[in-house]
């Protein structure tokens, strides 16, 4: 669905999932008016069938649908995509937010919400490139940086790929994003608020205690033991620092 008399051509696809009709068109239109190109499901299963057919930026996601929920939607779409997922709760819950961030889910925000502020979410999440171009592809005769290694771990940037002994492990785009803007800088602690500027913008309105989830989930891909940690290390009250992978 996209607006009528567009000036421009989208630059981002988008899909919202709500049974609650009015509402998913508010949000569609919103995101209209920002150039997007927004497509509506009003159920999970829809929902899976057209994000596979025309594989979107975004999903926006309803937790509470009908029939296939929105946390299993969520499982299911991580399985093919890597469109980042906000989940619309009707609860503020820690358990809510936990649930769906487990899943897969890049954010969630809360019902009632302000489609504008969702919209302006979703603009912080995407001015990060979806993937990241190998350097002699956006620059000819100019080698793409090395591999970083630490321990057992390599984290290959040019290639958004990061191997544990050699097994690929399957990283969410937000968990990507916070492995690259730690092991960028060894050794050095950043804070929350540092970590969301790094994988969102310096703008970015969110809960900081989205990182702390993220680098949970994390730590389990990596099998990192938060008590006695070999890559993601913890400064309580401070934030996190990369280890030496020993």
Request: aromatic residues 4%; contains cysteine; negative net charge.
């Amino acid at each position: 669905m996209v607006g009528p008399g567009a000036s421009r051509q989208p630059t981002f696809r988008a899909l919202v999932v709500d049974d609650e009709a009015p509402l998913a068109e508010v949000v569609a239109s919103y995101l209209e008016r920002e150039q997007f190109e927004a497509i509506v499901a009003a159920n999970g299963a829809d929902a899976i069938t057209v994000a596979r057919e025309l594989d979107p930026d975004v999903v926006i996601l309803d937790l509470g649908l009908p029939g296939i929920d929105g946390l299993e939607v969520c499982r299911q779409l991580r399985t093919f995509s890597d469109a980042y997922v906000v989940m619309l709760t009707a609860r503020d819950t820690e358990l809510d937010t936990v649930l769906g961030l487990t899943v897969g889910a890049d954010d969630y925000i809360t019902k009632p919400f302000s489609p504008r502020e969702l919209v302006a979410r979703i603009r912080a999440m995407l001015r990060r490139p979806r993937t990241m171009p190998s350097a002699d592809a956006s620059a000819p005769g100019i080698p793409a940086p090395p591999p970083r290694h630490f321990g057992p771990l390599t984290i290959n940037v040019s290639a958004r790929e990061v191997r544990i002994g050699g097994e690929s492990i399957l990283l969410t785009r937000t968990e990507f994003d916070l492995l690259e803007a730690l092991s960028a800088r060894p050794g050095i602690v950043l804070s929350r608020r540092q970590l969301l500027e790094a994988i969102r913008d310096e703008a970015w309105v969110g809960n900081d205690h989205l990182i702390d989830v993220h680098i949970g989930h994390l730590r389990r891909k990596l099998g990192d033991d938060a008590a006695a940690p070999r890559y993601i290390v913890t400064l309580r009250g401070v934030g996190y620092r990369m280890g030496t992978g020993q």
